[in-house]
């Protein structure tokens, strides 16, 4: 089998990876730098510009499956360039792979796509679904609704699609939760926002096994990528100073403050989406941290 992969250097794309090669799955992966290009037996690069529309078609050679999270990174001051250069990036990525694939011959079977729980309504009191419709109408969740739009239309050409909507990712060396943790360890950790605010997280390597599981049963829409047990931004918190073993003894931070120094961005960390696992579960994926304490402790107890 062999899959490819667009966004395979990044954080998720890179955890995937190592996985499926770790099951003997031979990944082929785009990039935009030519010197990233390698060519092993089962790891092999490609070169594409999808600014440009421009894509080695060689790349879907012999592939079964496509997962595409290419994206510019989210963690940026949120201007107008970069908040244009966060949407493109998405929408051209998913547009060359259409292009590709409607302009060539190939074998691909299904095509997974990335998208974030920030398309749901920010909400203190609401359990979403997949099935819920109440979206967010600002920034994020404006782009995961554009991504979204173009990744289904994948289905035009008789391929399936899968959409999985990430929720606060866990690692201990990228994503949010680094940042979190440092201000922990140097006594400075404190609330964000209200604290009643919604986190609705999953363990890195849950994600990406049921990226896998996804690619290996037939599934097929709108799942979420979420823990089966969210927690409110105090108990996330106080759950990470116990494993750390440093108290959280600062006053919170008020939302307003946090939008004089973080703008726009401000929305990922005092936003509220508390977001439902239960069709993952019911599709067969048994989570293999389903409480945020395990988690924790998995990543900061190796």
């Known amino acids: 089998m062999r899959v490819l992969i667009t966004g395979a250097t990044g954080f998720v794309g890179s955890a995937l990876t190592e996985l499926l090669l770790k099951q003997n799955i031979e990944v082929n992966y785009l990039t935009t730098s030519k010197q990233k290009i390698v060519s092993e037996l089962n790891y092999k690069g490609f070169y594409w510009d999808p600014d440009k529309f421009e894509i080695d078609s060689n790349c879907i050679s012999g592939v079964d499956y496509i997962f595409n999270f290419s994206g510019k990174s989210i963690s940026c001051r949120w201007n107008s360039k970069n908040k244009q250069a966060i949407l493109q990036s998405r929408i051209n990525s998913s547009k060359t792979l259409f292009k590709l694939l409607s302009e ?27 099935d819920s419709s109440e979206f967010n109408t600002d920034f ?21 699609t899968l959409i999985v909507r990430f929720g606060l990712v866990l690692s201990e060396s990228e994503g949010a939760l680094p940042q979190f943790a440092k201000t922990m360890k140097f ?28 690619m290996n049963h037939n599934i097929s829409g709108i799942i979420n990528g979420v823990a089966p047990n969210p927690k409110i931004q105090s108990d996330f918190l ?27 961005m401000h929305h990922l960390v005092t936003d509220s989406q508390k977001v439902s696992a239960e069709k993952t ?22």
């Not at 969740?141 to 035009?156: I, L, S, T, Y």
Request: hydrophobic share 40%; net charge positive.
């Open 104 to 130: 060539n011959k190939n074998c691909v079977k299904k095509v997974i796509s990335a998208s974030a729980i920030g398309i749901y309504k920010n909400s203190f009191t609401e359990l979403y679904s997949e």
């Open 140 to 160: 994020l969740g404006k782009v995961c609704q554009e991504w979204e739009a173009e990744n289904k239309k994948f289905n035009q050409l008789n391929i399936e």
């Open 187 to 214: 006594y400075v950790g404190s609330l964000l926002g209200s604290g009643k605010q919604w986190y609705s997280w999953i363990h890195i390597n849950d994600l990406v096994e049921i990226l896998y599981f996804g």
């Open 238 to 264: 106080k759950e990470l100073s116990i494993v750390l073993k440093r108290p959280m003894w600062l006053p919170r931070v008020p939302t307003f403050i946090l939008r004089l120094v973080l703008g726009e």
């Open 281 to 302: 579960e019911k599709l067969g994926y048994k989570f293999k941290f389903q409480n945020v304490n395990d988690a924790f402790l998995n990543l900061y107890k190796k």
